[in-house]
């Protein structure tokens, strides 16, 4: 069981590039979520999905784009890569079984990639 | 829009001290309030707070949480080297458990 995995760990990207940042759990969850956090501040939501198909903006969306074609994999997608994106990305994930389930769980995170563009 | 606080933003003692690290929030669909440590790599999970009053502790660590005036506590006693780190306090307010971040409490614990 390997939790969150994230691929890249780092990349580096020129303005104007474009680049897919992959995340897979393996926990059966059915919500996931994408946040980036800069240096120095608190996580901010960039998208979030309750399920295959589903998706949803969060508080930062605007220059990615998320798809969810599995429960497992839910890839964010930089397609004009800014220096304003220049941050640490993290997936995460949480089980949502029920009512009680709401009350105790948590959710996982993945290891992060660090992304910079120049 | 939702919104979590931390305070102090930084805080710098030595091995043995106790810390108190604050939380409040203002948020509309308030489900539960969570701290997380983070060092250098992904938020670790610490505590989820549901209820007004109800001391969560672990070992070290403590916290809780008032629901009347929205704000909850971390306290870290005996603290060690190994507690530094940036500890970060979420609240669980969306209708998919998103969870809105405070910017995070830098500890750091000198020998």
């Known amino acids: 069981n390997a939790g969150v995995t994230q691929t890249p760990k780092f990349r580096i990207l020129k303005i104007g590039q474009s680049m897919t940042l992959q995340c897979t759990q393996d926990m059966n969850h059915n919500y996931m979520y994408w946040y980036r956090q800069d240096p120095g501040m608190g996580l901010k939501l960039i998208y979030y999905s309750v399920g295959a198909g589903i998706t949803d903006k969060g508080e930062v969306p605007n220059g990615y784009n998320v798809s969810r074609s599995t429960t497992e994999d839910f890839p964010l997608r930089l397609e004009l890569a800014a220096p304003s994106q220049t941050s640490v990305y993290f997936c995460?994930?949480?089980?949502?079984?029920?009512?009680?389930?709401?009350?105790?769980?948590?959710?996982?995170f993945g290891p992060g990639t660090r992304l910079t563009v120049l | 829009e939702d919104k979590v606080v931390q305070s102090p933003l930084s805080l710098v003692v030595h091995e043995g001290d106790t810390v108190t690290l604050n939380c409040s929030y203002e948020?509309?669909?308030?489900?539960?309030l969570l701290w997380y440590k983070q060092e250098k790599k992904a938020p670790t999970f610490l505590f989820m707070l549901t209820s007004s009053g109800i001391e969560k502790k672990s070992g070290r660590l403590s916290s809780i949480l008032d629901k009347k005036e929205l704000f909850s506590i971390l306290n870290i006693t005996a603290t060690q080297t190994g507690d530094s780190a940036v500890y970060l306090c979420a609240v669980d307010s969306g209708s998919a458990r998103q969870l809105t971040f405070g910017s995070g409490t830098q500890l750091t614990v000198l020998p």
């Open positions: 948020v509309t669909n308030f489900r539960s």
């Open positions: 995460a994930s949480s089980l949502l079984a029920g009512w009680t389930a709401a009350f105790t769980d948590t959710q996982y």
